[in-house]
């Protein structure tokens, strides 16, 4: 029997990548992302996931029904294959965020060995934001702009005194590592940022959502729509669509087969346990479970039963 001979394969490229790579987007007033290199395109999803039952078919438009597909259904493994190192130039109080997603390999520019970046973000009188009144850890409308041109003048006055201090220190001779302690979490870093495909539409899916931080929404959406997209369009296309999606709890599921059924008891008892109804069944307090849901149900044209 005659041995079968690895076919000699051809390193996949993305020209519509190749194109962007080292073309800087920016983001902010100071900031920026670039794609730096890439390994792998949508073929090497699609080798990835073919490797277990041979080649199989390779129609184009096949190709994209499996993509879609593997997406869909969370068979995510053949997206780890694809990777991209991206050049980032990010506030650092966004930075804290970014650098909490693990799954990336990370080299981050050193205010040990050289001196701080000068750049610092600076907020327009229109971008100051009020508290969120129901999301404790977010923002909600904007300031009046007279408040805020009062805020943005104190911020560029802290923000040249911070600057005056750092550079004073080290013209006394005080080490780089000392003498940036002080200086605000609105001071430029840069990184390259490497991470596969899989653990970057992770990324993706948490800081594009409407909950995240507006700054770090900013980057994530240029990453997205810039260079993932032109990297790979099929998986960014069916990322889009199921981002798009809506997720619902059982709870939700029950709630909304009570209402295509037209009953009343097990909503009005699911909702009184929950703590979102009193035993009348009518709303209680801002919950903000329910407001979920309910800002669900009003997507696809549906009245939560407790809405009068």
Sequence with gaps: MEKQVAEKLVRANSPALDEILGVPFKVLDQGHVRAIDYMGDESTIVQAARVSYGKGTKKSSEDKNLIKYLLRHKHTTPFEMPTIMLHVRVPMDCWRQWIRHRTASVNEYSTRYSEAIDDKQETAP??????????????????????????????????????????????RGVAREQARKDLPLSTYTEAYW????????????????SHAQLEIRKYATVIGEEIVAQWVPTVWEAFEDFRGGMNLTNTEVIILQCIAEGGSIIWKSIGTEQGWLDENGEATKKNR?????EVKFENIGIKAPWII
């Design 126 to 171: 229109n971008e100051w934001r009020y508290q969120s009144d129901n999301n404790k850890q977010g923002s909600g409308s904007y300031l009046t702009e007279s408040n805020g041109s009062l805020l943005s003048a104190q911020e560029t006055m802290f923000h040249k005194a911070a600057t005056d201090l750092y550079r004073g220190r080290l013209e």
């Design 194 to 209: 490497k991470m596969d495909l899989h653990n970057l539409l992770h990324f993706l899916m948490l800081r594009m959502d």
């Design 289 to 293: 479970f329910r407001s979920e849901m």
